[in-house]
């Protein structure tokens, strides 16, 4: 691609979603201003980029600029930003559409994301494990959960560094508000790499199945400002509740309902102040490490705070 | 924020409030005319709440109802009383007010919950979604909690654009800064019950299935 074709294409994928522009439209207007008016490439492109503002009644702030940001992939949390990324390419996975050319996992020192590449896009394949800086891609949210669209405008390249990839995790602390359904002693799909909760016996893709039994919990923590999905796996629910899998199934043998193992774990947990630390994944985060608050707060600083007001 | 605002079905924040400003609200709304949408109480301080958490003393259970059971607690916090109401609806919350043996210190989740008096005055209540016992800790923690939150709110009270702020201005005048008051209260009943904590028999056990009050098991 030509510098010039390279500006087009931003320019044209700036404006695609306002208004109707192709990139040989660009390209035209562009070619017209530095070949024959002798026009500088970056005085070109501001020019051009002006003109379709104006055209689809836009500011400057309303699209996203040339000049991405370099971010680690946990701060993504906006969708159509452009950013730059610093990330060594942990997995590639098989594209389930013809349409893209790749579709993987990107890590940094933050953690990873999700990307993908598009046939049209005519990108250089991308090698697992290597290291890259990938500049001018643009952020995607779908339901909560943010990946990375590496589009024809975008360049790569290759760098001799070797990345930690980081485990997205983060920690919140608040109040345990709710433990949600299914919480407790719980049964999952036996069928081999499914692990699916069973609702009445039943697996939502293997149908009816003999479940084995597991210990989770699915709970709110509420600061006051926000609210947090957390996911206690077995050993953490253990941990938290300090019930185990052969006493809970003995006391829903006892009672014969499963449900007394829930609201036994809610007695001991609802209302604690907790702080847990795991990763995210999608709206939930995977507590792999917590700890109950008792009397760690600053009484004196809050007065202080009070006092000065 | 304004993103998982925008989100219809993001769960709705437990606000973090002393009853000496819960109980002085009593204006309630919609955002929207929806029958299903959720009703907020305003409050003073300038924020919407539709859920809250509290953590406090119960100093006393009664069953109000007349045929069906209906129990009532008395909640106490360092500036006031929460009343806390449940019934055949909140049937787990009801049945840990008839088994709690006052004192105790108790935290609850629930939804605010105005009716008006035959005098035309405005009462305030908490309909709970779980009430459950814990430690001296846990209150301590929670009004430190409570105090900053409300401070926040404070502070935010003059930042353009805070409608609810505005809101509580035009509903109950100008006075959010009076809760500054409310919060030295609270921080300060801290230092004087420090020495008291040592007392409290029954907080102390915990971890094992004899902290779990089953009446049935008793001899």
């Known amino acids: ?23 040989d439209e660009v390209e035209t207007k562009l070619q017209q201003l530095v070949e024959e008016y002798q026009v500088p490439l970056d005085e070109a492109t501001r020019s051009v980029r002006n003109s379709y503002l104006d055209a689809a009644g836009l500011e400057r702030d309303d699209i996203s600029g040339g000049d991405s ?59 697992e494990g290597q290291c890259y800086e990938l500049s001018n891609v643009v952020t995607d949210e779908y339901e909560g959960d943010y990946s990375v669209k590496l589009n024809r405008t975008t360049t790569i390249t290759e760098i001799d560094e070797a990345i930690e990839v980081g485990d997205n995790s983060e920690t919140i602390e608040g109040a345990l508000v709710d433990v949600q359904s299914g919480s407790g002693l719980i049964k999952r799909c036996p069928e081999e790499g499914c692990t699916r909760v069973l609702q009445n016996g039943r697996c939502a893709e293997h149908g009816e199945v003999d479940g084995e039994f597991d210990l989770r919990i699915k709970a709110v923590i509420d600061d006051g400002v926000a609210t947090h999905d957390v996911i206690f796996n ?14 809970a199934k003995q006391l829903a043998k006892d009672a014969l309902d499963t ?27 995977l507590a792999d490490e917590f700890e109950q608050q008792t009397g760690s707060v600053d009484a004196e600083s809050v007065l202080v705070k009070a006092r000065s007001i | 924020m304004s993103e998982s605002d ?11 409030v002393f009853a000496a400003e819960f109980n002085d609200a009593s204006y309630t709304f919609k955002e929207s005319d929806d029958d299903r949408a959720p009703v907020y109480l305003l409050l003073p301080t300038g924020e919407r709440a539709n859920r809250v958490f ?60 105005t009716y008006e008096t035959d005098e035309g005055d405005v009462n305030v209540s908490v309909r709970p979604e779980s009430i459950t016992e814990v430690d001296a800790a846990t209150r301590d923690q929670w009004v430190v909690e409570t105090a900053d939150r409300t401070l926040d709110r404070i502070d935010a009270v003059d930042d353009a654009g805070n409608e609810y702020a505005r ?34 028999g029954p907080d102390q056990s915990e971890g094992d299935g004899n902290a779990v009050p089953d009446p049935e098991a008793q001899p």
């Open chain 1, 1 to 23: 691609m030509t510098e010039l074709r390279t500006h087009a294409a931003e320019i044209a994928e700036q404006f695609s979603d306002h208004v109707d522009v192709t990139e």
């Open chain 2, 167 to 200: 809101m509580a201005s035009e509903e109950y005048g100008d006075d959010a800064a009076a809760y500054t008051e409310t919060v030295i209260e609270g921080l300060e009943s801290l230092e004087s019950t420090d020495e008291l904590d040592g007392g409290e």
């Open chain 2, 54 to 113: 509290v953590v406090g003393t119960l100093t006393e259970t009664e069953d109000v109802g007349e045929d069906d059971e209906y129990w009532r607690g008395r909640i106490v916090d360092p500036t006031g009383t929460f009343f806390v109401y449940a019934g055949q609806y909140q049937p787990e919350a009801a049945s840990t007010l008839r088994d709690l043996e006052p004192p105790a210190y108790v935290a609850v989740v629930g939804k605010p919950r």
């Open chain 1, 259 to 285: 449900s007394v193992v829930a609201d036994e774990m809610r007695t001991d947990i609802l209302g604690r102040y907790y702080s847990v630390t795991g990763p995210s994944v999608g709206q939930y985060l």
């Open chain 1, 234 to 247: 077995r050993e953490a629910t253990a941990e938290l509740t300090g019930i185990e899998l052969e006493e």
């Open chain 1, 69 to 127: 940001e370099r971010v680690v992939v946990n701060e993504i949390e906006q969708d159509e930003q452009w950013v730059d990324l610093r990330v060594k390419l942990v997995e590639l996975w098989d594209p389930r559409s013809d349409s893209i050319s790749q579709v993987g996992l990107l890590g940094d020192e933050s953690g990873t994301i999700k990307f993908v590449a598009f046939e049209t896009s005519e990108l250089e394949q991308l090698e």
């Open chain 2, 6 to 16: 925008s989100d219809s079905v993001s769960r709705e924040v437990a606000q973090r």
